[in-house]
């Protein structure tokens, strides 16, 4: 009965809407999110210093600091709730590993790999960071860590070995570290695409490098499949969808005018994020 009780509770406050005003199923607050998940940044980053495994390639660190700044900068125009959040960038010492992530409240990671295998410029990495960064402003780290909070006090009812309140308090924080290592759903991963190109476009590049970046992306994918490919949408079906939405968001910034850079924090070398 009690955990009737907790889980009515819970279920009461867990409808939210994300920006393109897709219903989502919330129990546990943005807020919280990114309390949740500045704890497993850090110790991720503290195991990446301790294994040598951030870059200290400084003119890199310097591009990746310039691009992101750009769209951080029009994040915050858009998305004021944003204008709080601690933004920070790990780059990541790795030439095989094709990946990119952005949990709850800024916090980022990027590997070497992607400049490497995917000899991208600046257009398309914006497309790569603006989808990361759309991740992060829809909420979609919130969203799977009260997925995994909702099975864990399921788990925790069928096995009757602890209340919903513990049930919780563990599943959030179990549910922080797996946000870096579980997919997003299709459907969430759309969603980023679209916010994303045009949090791109607004900042000042091209929407069409998100085409071209996706071929690379497919051509990559003929090889072996990168890992930030696994649960993406179909690189085929994606390609179609991205060009007709370049096409329709050309107009928010016609003349390709840079926005101005916030000075994001690029983690690299033996720094750690305190």
Not at 38 to 43: G, L, R
């Amino acid at each position: 009965m009690r955990f009737l009780v907790i889980v009515s509770a819970l279920l009461l406050g867990a409808c939210s809407t994300s920006p393109t005003g897709r219903s989502q199923f919330m129990i546990i607050s943005p807020q919280a999110a990114i309390v949740q998940s500045q704890k497993a940044y850090a110790d991720t980053l503290k195991q990446l210093e301790s294994k040598e495994q951030l870059s200290s390639d400084h003119r890199l660190a310097d591009r990746v600091q310039r691009i992101t700044g750009r769209l951080v900068s029009t994040a915050h125009d858009h998305y004021p709730s944003s204008r709080t959040w601690d933004w920070s960038v790990a780059l990541i010492d790795d030439p095989e590993m094709v990946n990119a992530w952005c949990m709850a409240g800024g916090r980022m990671a990027v590997y070497t790999g992607l400049f490497e295998q995917l000899k991208l410029t600046d257009d398309e990495f914006a497309q790569i960071m603006g989808h990361e960064i759309a991740h992060a402003l829809a909420n979609h780290t919130a969203e799977q860590m009260s997925r995994a909070v909702a099975m864990q006090i399921g788990l925790s009812a069928v096995n009757a070995a602890s209340d919903g309140n513990s049930a919780a308090n563990q599943g959030a924080q179990l549910a922080a570290v797996l946000a870096l290592q579980l997919p997003n759903s299709r459907t969430a991963e759309s969603e980023a695409d679209t916010i994303g190109l045009e949090l791109a476009t607004l900042a000042g590049y091209d929407p069409q490098a998100a085409v071209t970046l996706w071929r690379k992306m497919g051509d990559l994918s003929d090889k072996r499949p990168p890992e930030f490919l696994s649960t993406h949408p179909d690189p085929t079906t994606r390609l179609s969808a991205l060009r007709d939405h370049a096409n329709d968001v050309a107009g928010l910034n016609p003349k390709q005018i840079k926005a101005p850079i916030y000075p994001v924090n690029i983690v690299y070398q033996k720094d750690v994020v305190k």
